[in-house]
């Protein structure tokens, strides 16, 4: 079945670090992938997504790079900040009749920024 | 405008007792989705309506019931709640069926004692 690998966490860096957060996926088919993140207290907001390989899906900052011969969609920012303190979410949503409307989650990554 | 909103946002009850939780969404959408986070922050599908229509019944014990009256609402009904039970359960909202970004609501945190 489907499944998503995240770099375990949590993960602490000071504001202006460069963030990596490493995911990796098996799906049996054509995947779409997304990260989702989540603040304390809140629900999931979707951060940003990729549809085919070689695809950068960017937001706030954050980029992340479909890339189907690694099966991987790391997530990265160049400059954290203390506000981008949450939980991140890698996810995807496989083809298929059921399937295809299914997000499957990795585990999270806890990320704190401290000033 | 909340997209896509639960209520309550929390809900202590003891074991044994019947509860449901409301999702509403006025996105436009046509697939909605309950989710369970566990405490270790672990979401996991439990169900997927389709313009009304259950698609996606995953392994969930039959205490849980969810019913969608129309394509805005879907709500989860769970009958003899457990302490396993204990969760926070997030409602998701999709365009259409099919590879589409999901939209979540603010979570219902259940606390069972």
């Known amino acids: 079945g489907d499944s998503v690998t995240q770099m375990e966490g949590p993960v602490t860096l000071s504001e202006e670090a460069f963030l990596t957060i490493n995911c990796t996926y098996t799906a049996t088919g054509y995947p779409s992938l997304f990260w989702y993140v989540q603040y304390p207290g809140e629900g999931l907001q979707l951060l940003l997504k990729a549809t085919k390989a070689d695809d950068k899906g960017s937001n706030k900052g954050f980029e992340a790079t479909y890339r189907k011969e690694t099966t991987s969609f790391h997530l990265e920012k160049g400059s954290v900040q203390v506000s981008d303190s949450a939980v991140y979410f890698c996810a995807l949503s496989d083809r298929g009749e059921t399937s295809g409307s299914r997000l499957t989650f990795g585990e999270g990554t806890q990320l704190t920024v401290n000033p | 405008d909340t997209a896509v909103s639960q209520t309550p946002k929390y809900l202590v009850t003891q074991m044994g007792n019947d509860k449901s939780i409301k999702c509403e969404q006025n996105?436009?959408?046509?697939?909605m989705y309950w989710y369970k986070q566990d405490s270790k922050k672990f979401l996991k599908i439990m169900f997927s309506?389709?313009?009304?229509?259950?698609?996606i019944n995953e392994t969930v014990p039959n205490r849980f019931s969810p019913k969608s009256p129309d394509k805005a609402h879907l709500n989860l009904h769970i009958n003899s709640l457990e302490l396993g039970d204990s969760a926070v359960y997030f409602c998701a909202s999709s365009q259409a069926f099919g590879r589409y970004e999901q939209y979540f609501g603010p979570g219902t945190r259940l606390t069972v004692t």
């Open positions: 996105l436009g959408h046509d697939t």
């Open positions: 309506y389709n313009n009304k229509e259950l698609i």
